[in-house]
T-cell receptor, first 113, second 112 residues
Framework: SQELEQSPQSLIVQEGKNLTINCTSS?????LYWYKQKYGEGLIFLMM?????EEKSHEKITAKLDEKKQQSSLHITASQPSHAGIYLC?????????????FGSGTRLSIRP | GAGVSQSPSNKVTEKGKDVELRCDPI?????LYWYRQSLGQGLEFLIY????????KSGLPSDRFSAERTGGSVSTLTIQRTQQEDSAVYLC??????????FGPGTRLLVL
């Protein structure tokens, strides 16, 4: 079965600094989601990437999909306290498997003032 | 507009009791999903409803777990004879398509 590995597992960053979170799949990626989770707020959809080389941005967050490496990276520029939370990547194991998104274990991001 | 809502937000129950968790999806969303997130682990898919089609129950961990979706809207996840390993945050999501899923705040279940 497909597995997603996120790195790092946790990250503490000085406010204003940039950071990158990676998500690597054990199998071919047909689509990749990035979510942010804050306690009591549920999951917040950030973006979905479908094509190799695709890059999307949401405010100061940019994500890229590298199909060859079976990897996606999430980059935050000039981090702010509001960026703190758990970032989850999710992947589709097949073209018609939207019902069974597989998630990574998450990256816990803390922002130090 | 209103997002996905779940109730209760927290539930503490005794081992062996039955619990019902409710999900109100975003109006008009045809797809509804249940996930479970245990402490220190990622999200685990449980069940998927799409319109009037038979639900995909392939993720349900045991026959103690069941879910219904009435009238294509509200869904109830039922756990019978709860066990301590059922303790987790149960998340519901709805979607207008097969892509973007919008998640509710979750129900935190603690089985004592």
């Amino acid at each position: 079965s497909q597995e997603l590995e996120q790195s790092p597992q946790s990250l503490i960053v000085q406010e204003g600094k940039n950071l990158t979170i990676n998500c690597t799949s054990s199998k071919t990626l047909y689509g990749l989601y990035w979510y942010k989770q804050k306690y009591g707020e549920g999951l917040i959809f950030l973006m979905m990437l479908q094509k190799g080389g695709e890059e999307k941005s949401h405010e100061k967050i940019t994500a890229k999909l590298d199909e060859k490496k079976q990897q996606s990276s999430l980059h935050i520029t000039a981090s702010q306290p509001s960026h703190a939370g758990i970032y989850l990547c999710g992947a589709l194991p097949g073209y018609s498997s939207a019902s069974k998104i597989i998630f990574g274990s998450g990256t816990r991001l803390s922002i130090r003032p | 507009g209103a997002g996905v809502s779940q109730s209760p937000s927290n539930k503490v129950t005794e081992k062996g009791k039955d619990v019902e968790l409710r999900c109100d999806p975003i109006s008009g969303h045809t797809a509804l999903y249940w996930y479970r997130q245990s402490l220190g682990q990622g999200l685990e898919f449980l069940i998927y409803f799409q319109g009037n089609s038979a639900p995909d129950k392939s993720g349900l961990p045991s026959d103690r777990f069941s879910a219904e979706r009435t009238g294509g809207s509200v869904s109830t996840l039922t756990i019978q004879r709860t066990q301590q390993e059922d303790s987790a945050v149960y998340l519901c999501a709805s979607s207008p398509t097969e892509e973007t899923q919008y998640f509710g705040p979750g129900t935190r279940l603690l089985v004592l």
